[in-house]
């Protein structure tokens, strides 16, 4: 009880032990306690007197919750590592991330390498066009885009991308014409669910939101539990006036807006116009919204981030033995070879005796051939590497830093190394396709090796699934 005046017991045989007054003041989050022990005869204390000296002990020593919940996820801890890029947390659940990206062709490399461990992506303004293939714009590990592009317009237009590991199809009949959106419905394990991506271009008329609110209700028809839309509506959640119109969807339909944050940012004023809806809030683990990594200088957006409880199928990451054989010292290797005498390894088990050469020529070639032990993340780009990562989560806290502080020092600092990021990743990238093209031009190169390397380049066609084949004959 808060401010309740106890008084204990003396014992017996030492009346200075323990002072006889003493006040326990409890908090909601913080104990204190005003006591004055003096440790000259514990074991004098009685029974009664020594629990409650040891109750004390363990109030004061600040370790002690007195009403433990689960365990919250620090974002600014997760921000600070990365946009959730190499976090447990996203490769262990089920994670979408949005992106207005204003023109997605140029800046795709980046996007792959900064998001590929989500396993839905969704871009809105696009800019895409009917002269751009699926092909041309493909991620890897990623299925073909399921896109909406702009009609006589090089603006505007909505992407999705889902990892290939993920049943999913498109939903074309809950897409209003006259709405840039795109449905889509993912199958995990025995769950299903739906989610749609919007882009509501600004100064829009009554009718596009109308459009919008027909587009979800006809998804509230499906039956379909949860629910999750992600877009740029341009209406600001900050502001009263369009604050209700988005209010008054999540009153209707039972959504819940989950984005808390400005995500656009102008060279004097912030806003909330890219959102989350979600119909089941207590299935969202964490959302929250990134760093612009993208090189937007002065007019930006910030991707925004859901992930929710879900498990979903891992992509184990594996280790691998790496042998640099164009810098092995083979003449070296030769001669210890040669003065190898193979009669030692002799055994009348000949599982024992394989296993006996077999170790001695890989521990001769370890010596003679430069190797090492990397951690292969299947999900990943094939041009990412450690030094970009590590730079990539330098980025990240300085954006976190300068976000905090609003230095322009800090703010200078961050934009430095996204400048340098971006060059490493691009960097990185080109020097990856250069040695695999020096190998399809390799004499050397095995027909198997050639066409494993040519394989890697070629994207699948635009053949969609036998279920939305069959849905459009129905």
């Known amino acids: 009880h808060k401010n309740k005046q106890t008084n204990l017991k003396k014992p017996c045989c030492c009346s200075d032990t323990i002072m006889p007054k003493r006040r326990l003041t409890l908090h909601t989050h913080k104990i204190e306690s005003v006591y004055r022990i003096q440790l000259k005869g514990i074991n004098c204390l009685d029974t009664f007197d020594y629990y409650i000296w040891l109750r004390i002990l363990l109030y004061t020593s600040g370790d002690i919750e007195l009403n433990p919940g689960p365990v919250n996820v620090s974002l600014d801890s997760l921000n600070s590592d990365s946009l959730l890029n190499d976090s447990e947390i996203i490769r262990n659940n089920f994670s979408i ?4 990206v204003q023109s997605a062709l140029q800046k795709l490399d980046i996007l792959e390498s900064e998001l590929s461990n989500f396993d839905v992506i969704s871009f809105s303004e696009t800019w895409f066009n009917t002269n751009i293939k699926n092909s041309d714009i493909s991620i890897n590990n990623f299925r073909l885009p399921f896109r909406k592009d702009r009609e006589n317009d090089t603006h505007g237009g909505v992407a999705v991308y889902v990892k290939n590991n993920i049943p999913c199809l498109r939903r074309p009949e809950l897409e209003i014409l006259n709405a840039e959106s795109v449905w889509i419905e993912i199958r995990l394990k025995n769950k299903r669910l739906l989610v749609g991506t919007f882009y509501r271009p600004p100064n829009s008329d009554q009718s596009v939101l109308s459009n919008i609110e027909r587009s979800i209700d006809l998804a509230m028809d499906t039956g379909i539990h949860d629910i999750i839309i992600l877009g740029d509506f341009n209406l600001d959640m900050l502001k009263i006036a369009s604050n209700r119109n988005i209010s008054n969807i999540c009153q209707q339909y039972n959504l819940h807006q ?5 995500t656009h940012f102008t060279e004097s004023s912030s806003s909330l116009i890219d959102i989350a809806l979600v119909s089941n809030p207590e299935s969202v683990l964490l959302s929250g919204v990134g760093d612009p990594f993208l090189g937007q200088e002065i007019r930006y957006h910030c991707p925004i981030f859901v992930v929710f409880k879900f498990k979903k199928g891992q992509t184990a990451s594996f280790k691998r033995q790496i042998w640099k054989y164009q810098e092995g010292d083979y003449e070296s290797l030769k001669h210890k070879f040669l003065d190898t005498d193979w009669d030692d390894f002799n055994n ?3 599982d024992t005796y394989a296993c006996n050469v077999t170790n001695h020529i890989l521990n001769l070639s370890k010596e003679c051939i430069p190797n090492k032990i990397v951690n292969i993340r299947q999900s990943d780009p094939p041009w990412m590497h450690n030094e970009l990562r590590k730079l990539m989560r330098q980025r990240k806290r ?3 830093k300068a ?3 609003h230095n322009p020092q800090h703010w200078q600092k961050y934009k430095s190394l996204r400048n340098e990021t971006t060059n490493m990743l691009r960097s990185s990238k080109r020097e990856y396709f250069e040695k695999m093209a020096s190998k399809l031009n390799n004499n050397n190169t095995t027909s198997r ?18 279920k939305d084949i069959k849905r459009n004959l129905c």
Not at 258 to 262: A, F, L, M
Not at 449 to 466: G, M, V
């Open 348 to 350: 009348d088990d000949m």
């Open 258 to 262: 989950i984005i808390n944050e400005p």
């Open 398 to 400: 300085a954006y976190d």
């Open 97 to 100: 991330v949005h992106y207005n």
């Open 403 to 405: 976000k905090h502080t």
């Open 449 to 466: 090796d050639w066409w494993k390397i040519l394989k890697s380049f070629i994207k699948t066609s635009d053949i969609p699934p036998l």
